[in-house]
């Protein structure tokens, strides 16, 4: 075949009903994509990468030796998804003379596969794709380029398509007095998804087939076949005797459920019946995803127990119980008291917030710590635990955070009016009764008020004395309230850098290394 991608080459194919051979053209870039590498490839690599994801973000909070293992089994599935796993893997073996090279053009439609004396005398393995990307599949299993078609092209339509992923194999005679015909067989054989045995009437007994390879097949009966060609060179009335002794063979060999199909490649008999099974083979998974798969999810068990079932509880994230113990290691509620004293009693000099106490601080971030580490890997608590601020860290936070609080305790201006009427009216009132007073000892006054006015401005006092007291007392609760708010908030601002954030970046690693080992074992 030319190496131009774009060329068009022609090959011929198997003699039609007219007993010609006729030649089609390949074009490689016609045939269909994806038919190696496709739909459960790319499934399974993006469980891998989920796998991998998982390592990376577990990172030294993982066991080192279930990386190690893990790892190892990330590097080998990818270099086998590398060459695909929708592909079925088929391999048509044999000994001398079994046709297993007709049979190779009959099932490919091609005449492809050297046959009779013109059969390589070295150790090769011819093979054919259904699918346009199976190139690095077959460097991996050892075919060598030039023994190595792709067989759609657009002439073919979706003639094909049933067969689209297979990869057909043409072995070595498995019975060739050249060694190296057998080393080749036998390194192949645990490759292939679908083993075809092909023998002919002559040799099926052979004992070589036997003893050297299906009875060591135990088990295996669902992925082989057994074709027993050229049944054209045997009376018709000689076949049924001739498979049930093939069948007899096989129940010996503790193969009991393998398929016989009987086919002539020279007259076309019983192919059409071999591709559809081999069409039911590409229709299951491949030996090579199967396995793959198996891998992957072992390997994210290791990874999945690495992680606990869920996190801690939203609720044990409030930081309201935290406030509450940083907020009594401060004395918050105390300088809110002083303050609202300082209020009421007018005076001028603001409190002071007093030393945040350490084991205070030191119970609150142990109660946190016990809350939010509750059912997780001790790495990861460990990990949490060094990320959230120590004892020393949290308590300079905190005094921190209080120091921009504003403490001045400020005089009420709606009291101080009220203080300053009432004096005012008080003075008056003095003033009235002492005229009074005078009047009634016989002095000679200017002018005498009534009664009912002295009382009532007396009265107005003792009134706006009262107001003065409630309105500072008002004030002195209002302003206590706001010192302990804004003080709760400074340590919640700092309980929620120090503790919180800290705490959540943790814990949203541990939640995504467990949703990547989810993803890896399939789990939605």
């Not at 045939?31 to 990468?49: C, F, K, N, S, Y």
């Not at 129940?251 to 559809?276: M, Y």
């Amino acid at each position: 075949m030319s190496d131009d991608p774009t060329s068009t080459t022609t090959v011929p194919v198997a003699p039609g009903a007219d007993g010609r051979t006729h030649e089609v053209p390949v074009v490689p870039d016609a045939a269909p994509a994806g038919a190696v590498r496709g739909a459960t490839t790319a499934a399974l690599v993006e469980r891998v990468d989920a796998l991998d994801g998982a390592l990376a973000v577990g990172g030294t909070r993982f066991d080192a030796d279930v990386v190690t293992r893990v790892g190892g089994t990330i590097d080998r599935v990818r270099e086998r998804l590398a060459l695909g796993v929708d592909h079925t893997v088929v391999a048509l073996a044999g000994g001398t003379g079994s046709g297993k090279s007709s049979l190779f053009n009959a099932v490919s439609r091609l005449q492809f596969a050297d046959v009779g004396v013109r059969r390589p005398t070295t150790s090769r393995v011819t093979a054919c794709v259904w699918g346009a990307d199976g190139g690095p599949l077959l460097d991996w299993i050892g075919v060598d380029p030039e023994h190595r078609i792709e067989r759609e092209s657009l002439l073919d339509g979706d003639s094909e398509a049933s067969l689209r992923g297979l990869v057909l194999l043409d072995l070595p005679d498995h019975d060739s007095i050249a060694p190296e015909h057998r080393e080749v067989v036998d390194r192949v054989l645990p490759q292939v998804d679908l083993l075809v045995w092909v023998v002919d009437p002559q040799k099926y007994a052979d004992d070589a087939l036997h003893s050297g390879y299906l009875r060591r097949m135990t088990g295996r009966d669902a992925s082989m076949l057994l074709v027993l060609n050229q049944v054209d060179t045997v009376p018709p009335e000689v076949r049924g005797d001739l498979v049930a002794d093939v069948r007899r063979l096989l129940v010996e060999d503790g193969l009991p459920d393998v398929q016989v199909h009987e086919v002539s490649a020279t007259t076309g008999d019983g192919v059409a019946g071999l591709r559809d099974a081999l069409a039911d083979a590409v229709a299951r998974r491949s030996v090579a995803a199967v396995h793959a798969d198996a891998e992957i999810a072992d390997a994210a068990r290791l990874v999945r127990a690495q992680v606990a079932p869920r996190e801690p509880a939203p609720s044990s994230l409030a930081v309201g119980v935290v406030v509450d113990r940083l907020s009594a290691a401060a004395g918050l509620t105390a300088v809110g008291d002083a303050v609202a004293a300082a209020v009421r009693g007018g005076a001028g000099e603001p409190p002071r917030l007093g030393e945040v106490h350490a084991d205070g601080v030191g119970l609150a971030r142990a109660s946190w710590l016990s809350s939010v580490t509750q059912g997780l890997p001790r790495p990861w608590a460990e990990d949490l635990r060094s990320r959230v601020a120590t004892t020393a860290e949290l308590r300079l936070a905190v005094t921190s955070a209080l120091a921009h609080v504003p403490l001045a305790a400020r005089r009420s201006r709606a009291a101080t009016t009220s203080l300053v009427l009432a004096a005012v009216a008080g003075l008056a009132g003095l003033v009235g009764a002492g005229l009074l007073l005078a009047e009634r000892l016989g002095a000679d006054v200017p002018w005498q008020p009534p009664t009912g006015a002295v009382a009532g401005v007396l009265a107005l006092s003792v009134l706006l004395l009262g107001v003065a007291t409630l309105v500072r007392r008002r004030a002195a609760s209002r302003r206590r309230a706001k010192v302990v708010a804004d003080g709760r908030a400074a340590i919640e601002s700092a309980a929620r850098s120090r503790l919180l954030t800290p705490t959540q970046d943790v814990l949203a690693e541990h939640r995504h290394a467990r949703e990547l080992a989810s993803r890896a074992l399939g789990e939605d």
